[in-house]
Each structure stands twice: as structure tokens, then as C-alpha cells.
């Protein structure tokens, strides 16, 4: 795919003016603005299952949902700032995730979960869920020395198994949240 010159040019000034003239500040051996993005994501992870789990028992947990909508979207959105130079598997599922969050986003606060946006809000947010914790199982297989051996190029059968599993499992939360979820008789907790 093809990325507009004029996004490629601002997103490289703008991770070149986060880096210090002495070199970017390093927090477990990551930058700080990668450091606050893996933070961001694994807060949207963590509260993703709350949420999801929340659905479960029919109770909207509206500050974790808080919590959960904002730290998918900032992770989503701080990952357009690393430098690139094409359009990557990341920012196309970065992308998608910021149309699910546009979607699950109004459902819940704008449409209160009525009729159809009940379930909507639901399925948008299992999606935008799945696309963070999709990315959390390559960044495992990346970084995971162990991880790493099994599947050097990420095309070999134990990340094939784990992605798919991940998707099916991703799969039974939306099926059971939507069936479970009512939002007349949510509960705020």
C-alpha cells in the first residue's frame, strides 16, 4: 500500500523531534515514547479483559470501559508516530482498530447501548480488543528469545497456532459477550 509522501515526512520530523540531541532516554532498554506505548497497550489488555469479562456477567464496569477505550485508542494511535517509511501490517490493524474504537466509542456514550448499539458496542469492542492483543502475540514472538527460535520469520507453524488460537478465542468472547450483554440490565459497576 501506499503511504502519501507528506505522512511519511511529518511522522519522521515528529519522531525526530521526540529524540533528544544526546540521544532518546531509555527505560528498559526502550526509548520513553516506546515505553509509553507498550504501557498504553498493556493497560489495554488488562482492562480489555475486565471489560470483556464484564460483558460476560452483563455489567458495564464503565471505568475500566473508560480506561480500556482510551488506553486501545492511544496505543493505536502513539504507534503511527514510530518512524516508517511504508505502510506496515501495524499501522493497517492500528487503522482498523481506530475505525472499531470510532464505532464502540459513540455506541456506548453517545447511543447509551440502545437496540442494535447494544450489540454493536459489544463486537467493536471484542475486535478492538483482538487487534491489541493480535499485536501483543507478534511483539511476543519478536522479543522472546524462546519465542523467537520457535518462529524466527513469524510464518512457522507455533505463531501460525498461537494467532489462530488467539483468533478463536477472540471469537468465543464476542459471541458470548453479545449473547450475554444486556445493556437494560447492565449494571454499572
Do not use: C
Not at 87 to 104: D, K, Q, Y
Not at 140 to 155: G, I, N, R, Y
Amino acid at each position: 500500500m501506499y503511504l502519501p509522501k507528506f505522512l511519511v515526512v511529518f511522522f519522521t520530523v515528529r519522531q525526530q523531534q521526540i529524540v533528544s540531541e544526546r540521544g532518546p532516554i531509555m527505560i528498559l532498554g526502550m526509548t520513553t515514547f516506546t515505553f509509553a506505548h507498550v504501557v498504553l497497550s498493556l493497560i489495554g489488555i488488562f482492562s480489555g479483559f475486565v471489560v470483556v469479562f464484564g460483558l460476560f456477567a452483563s455489567k458495564r464496569f464503565d471505568g475500566w470501559t473508560a480506561i480500556f477505550l482510551t488506553s486501545t485508542a492511544l496505543t493505536s494511535v502513539t504507534g503511527f508516530f514510530f518512524p516508517f517509511h511504508k505502510l506496515l501490517p501495524s499501522h493497517v490493524l492500528g487503522i482498523l482498530s481506530l475505525i472499531a474504537l470510532a464505532i464502540a466509542i459513540p455506541a456506548r456514550y453517545a447511543f447509551h447501548l440502545a437496540g442494535a448499539w447494544r450489540r454493536t458496542y459489544v463486537i467493536t469492542t471484542v475486535i478492538a480488543f483482538y487487534f491489541n492483543f493480535f499485536v501483543l502475540v507478534v511483539q511476543l514472538f519478536q522479543k522472546v528469545p524462546a519465542l523467537k527460535a520457535l518462529a524466527p520469520t513469524q510464518s512457522e507453524p507455533p505463531f501460525v497456532i498461537a494467532q489462530v488460537a488467539s483468533l478463536a478465542l477472540f471469537i468465543v468472547f464476542g459471541v458470548v459477550a453479545a449473547i450475554r450483554f444486556h445493556s437494560e440490565r447492565a449494571l454499572a459497576a
